[in-house]
């Protein structure tokens, strides 16, 4: 079993940036595979990106794609995920998420454990 928990949204104007943390407990943090979901008010949760175990693999959704970057310290047991030149439509709660697994998956039943969630809020 693993704890999660996420750190670092904030307000930020668009065009702006904001990295993400997700601390997991646990000394088995390499042993999962990784993910962000987001979910905006009024909105289903929607997969935003996935790493791989060994962080050699990563998914992206297209709506991020070449603005935000995952990756991992599995020394640190951490999650990051950097988020540049972020649009008003990127406002969420940011979930971090765990599956036992060796592939990124995108659909969020999928995962097994999951953080309390970062409120990201872009002003335009």
């Known amino acids: 079993q693993v704890q999660l928990v996420e750190s670092g949204g904030g307000l930020v104007q668009a065009g702006g940036s904001l990295r993400l943390s997700c601390a997991a407990s646990?000394?088995?943090?390499?042993?999962?595979?990784m993910a962000w979901f987001r979910q905006a008010p009024g909105k289903e949760r929607e997969f935003v990106a996935g790493?791989?175990?060994?962080?050699?693999?990563?998914d992206y959704a297209d709506s991020v794609k070449g603005r935000f970057n995952i990756s991992r310290d599995n020394a640190k047991s951490t999650l990051y995920l950097q988020m540049n030149s972020l649009k008003f439509e990127d406002t969420a709660v940011y979930y971090c998420?765990?599956?036992?697994?060796?592939?990124?998956?995108?659909?969020?039943?999928?995962?097994?454990?999951w953080g309390q969630g970062t409120q990201v809020t872009v002003s335009s």
């Open positions: 998420a765990a599956l036992v697994g060796f592939w990124t998956k995108r659909t969020s039943s999928d995962y097994d454990y």
């Open positions: 646990g000394r088995m943090f390499r042993s999962y595979t």
């Open positions: 790493i791989s175990w060994s962080g050699t693999t990563n």
